[in-house]
């Protein structure tokens, strides 16, 4: 069964550094999305991405945030100057459609920022 | 943000026995509702869902019911399985709107054999 793919499943960076998380959607999926899971919160969204813009974003997704579907195949999420409370579990996900379709989460990276 | 939640952080049931999961929603908009599973260091593993225009939907042995008059739904397992233990998300969107899901805290769901 295809399945969306995350890299790295771990990801440690000093605070006020960049980093970048990546996700492999499902091939024939047209819409992209981020959450995050803060350590004992909600899953809560971050952002949704369709024909390469930006469709939705939370007030979470600041500045600071920025995605980009680099070549076709990868959708992936920058933090420019990384902060402490920037620790979570970060999912990918992706859906064929926006109608009464489930949205396929990844197995999340999990960013630890120190 | 409490637009849905779980009320019962944690669920222990018997093996061959009925799980009954339960989520509740404010937002009188959303239209699709979706029940989540998910094990320790993996993300939410889709399980079944749900639009408005129903108010049940079966796939197995997972059965989901949705009462919009009380803006409650519930996941029903049967016969309970030790691989069901896992913690389960239940989720809301609009359809025509944000395709933003907006989930609950989860329950954590324990089959005893």
């Known amino acids: 069964e295809p399945e969306v793919t995350q890299t790295p499943s771990h990801q440690v960076t000093q605070m006020g550094q960049e980093v970048i998380l990546r996700c492999v959607p499902i091939?024939?999926?047209?819409?992209f999305y981020w959450y995050r899971q803060i350590l004992g919160q909600k899953v809560e969204f971050l952002v949704s991405?369709?024909?390469?813009?930006?469709?939705?974003k939370s007030e979470i997704f600041d500045d600071q945030f920025s995605v980009e579907r680099p070549d076709g195949s990868n959708f992936t999420l920058k933090i420019r100057s990384t902060k402490l409370e920037d620790s979570a579990m970060y999912f990918c996900?992706?859906?064929?459609?926006?109608?009464?379709?489930?949205?396929?989460f990844g197995d999340g990276t999990r960013l630890s920022i120190l | 943000d409490q637009q849905v939640k779980q009320n019962s952080p944690s669920l222990s049931v018997q093996e061959g026995r009925i799980s009954i999961l339960n989520c509740d929603y404010t937002?009188?908009?959303?239209?699709?509702f979706l029940w989540y599973k998910k094990y320790p260091a993996e993300g939410p593993t889709f399980l079944i869902s749900?639009?408005?225009?129903?108010d049940k939907n079966e796939d197995g042995r997972f059965t989901v019911f949705l009462n919009k008059s009380a803006k409650h739904l519930s996941l029903h397992i049967v016969p309970s399985q030790p691989g069901d233990s896992a913690v389960y998300f239940c989720?809301?969107?609009?359809?025509?709107?944000?395709?933003?899901?907006?989930f609950g805290q989860g329950t954590r769901l324990t089959i005893n054999p």
């Open positions: 091939s024939n999926h047209l819409y």
């Open positions: 991405f369709y024909n390469n813009e930006i469709s939705e």
């Open positions: 996900a992706s859906s064929v459609s926006r109608s009464n379709q489930p949205q396929h």
């Open positions: 749900i639009s408005s225009i129903k």
């Open positions: 937002n009188s908009m959303f239209d699709y």
């Open positions: 989720a809301a969107n609009v359809i025509q709107g944000a395709q933003k899901l907006v």
